[in-house]
């Protein structure tokens, strides 16, 4: 059977934080999980079944060689939308062996990426801490307000992104519109939380932090308008590549050589990408998973913005 991509049913969680704009029509919608194990697909010979089981019946041909390689028969990412109508609680996540350590063995760490789909005006985010902060100052304020006296802020426009590497903390601020990519991993160690009512879920994880807390991470904004027109990388590390396709005025061409699925989101606009046999078109926040034994594909010209994500060989 020709492999054929396909869209998958996003799940929608509302948190302390959340805004309006991923579906406006329904209200405040924190987050919008688009590629994870347990969403459900909505088409194809595989309609129904879970990300998740999918992976497993499937292996090489939905994953690719290098994704097996990797990470078994896993889903390796988890993508998501945030919508910030207030600032995130100050967190920071594990690495692989740090997430076995105090979570259990097959336990992935979290390294992650920001894309900015929209910045309001005066939106910020926070990664890592001020220049010559030590490890001593951290643990004396760890879960208290004076954090906000040594951490680092930045400022943000539409299309800056930031890869944000186990061990920082990090948070993002009221007027963020954000793509999200990571591992498959949801572990998050609250640091602070801006003096809000612990409830259940949103409780401090003060000795995870303590250890998990790098004083020398953090991370630096790079700009959409830096990036090529026909995809090369926003951001690169051993567990993902994003890419971003931007307006573009003629066809750009990828192909997955069998070695990784592509996830394409579309974050602005609407596009039209075709493959050997099909042909989808993808609106705004929509995405699809191409497996990796389609091969080459193409998106159309466009007034748009196309995110890839797919783990590198």
Not at 10 to 31: C, F, L, M, N
Not at 174 to 196: A, C, F, K, N
Not at 232 to 260: G, K, W, Y
Not at 287 to 307: D, Q
Request: proline content about 5%.
């Amino acid at each position: 059977m020709t492999p054929q991509p396909f869209k998958l049913e996003p799940e929608y969680r509302e948190y302390v934080w959340g805004g309006k704009r991923i579906r406006p029509d329904v209200g405040k919608t924190a987050e919008a999980w688009l590629v994870f194990e347990d969403n459900k697909i909505m088409e194809g010979p595989l309609k129904g079944m879970s990300l998740f089981n999918a992976a497993a019946q499937e292996g090489k041909t939905l994953l690719g060689e290098t994704v097996v390689k990797k990470t078994g028969e896993r889903f390796p990412l988890l993508i998501k939308l945030l919508d910030c109508a207030d600032w995130l609680s100050l967190q920071v996540h594990p690495n692989n062996e740090q997430a076995e350590f105090w979570e259990g063995p097959g336990n992935f760490g979290k390294t992650e990426a920001w894309y900015l789909v929209e910045a309001g005006n005066g939106a910020q985010l926070i990664s890592g801490f001020k220049p010559g902060t030590t490890r001593e100052a951290i643990v004396r304020v760890v879960g208290t307000d004076g954090l906000l006296d040594i951490i680092d802020r930045k400022n943000l426009k539409t299309g800056d992104a930031i890869l944000i590497s186990p061990g920082t903390i990090h948070a993002l601020g009221p007027g963020s519109l954000v793509y999200e990519v990571q591992q498959t991993s949801d572990i998050t160690y609250r640091v602070y939380d801006w003096d809000r009512p612990m409830k259940a879920g949103r409780k401090l994880a003060l000795e995870q932090a303590a250890d998990v807390l790098n004083s020398k991470a953090g991370g630096d904004l790079v700009s959409l308008e830096t990036a090529h027109p026909g995809g090369d990388p926003l951001i690169a590390c051993e567990f993902f590549t994003l890419r971003v396709i931007t307006n573009n005025n003629h066809v750009v061409h990828f192909d997955t050589h069998s070695q990784s699925f592509h996830c394409l989101t579309m974050v602005d606009g609407e596009g039209i990408i075709e493959g050997k046999g099909w042909q989808r078109r993808l609106g705004r926040f929509e995405t699809l998973l191409i497996p990796a034994s389609c091969g080459r594909y193409h998106i159309y010209p466009g007034v748009h913005t196309c995110l890839t994500a797919y783990v590198p060989g």
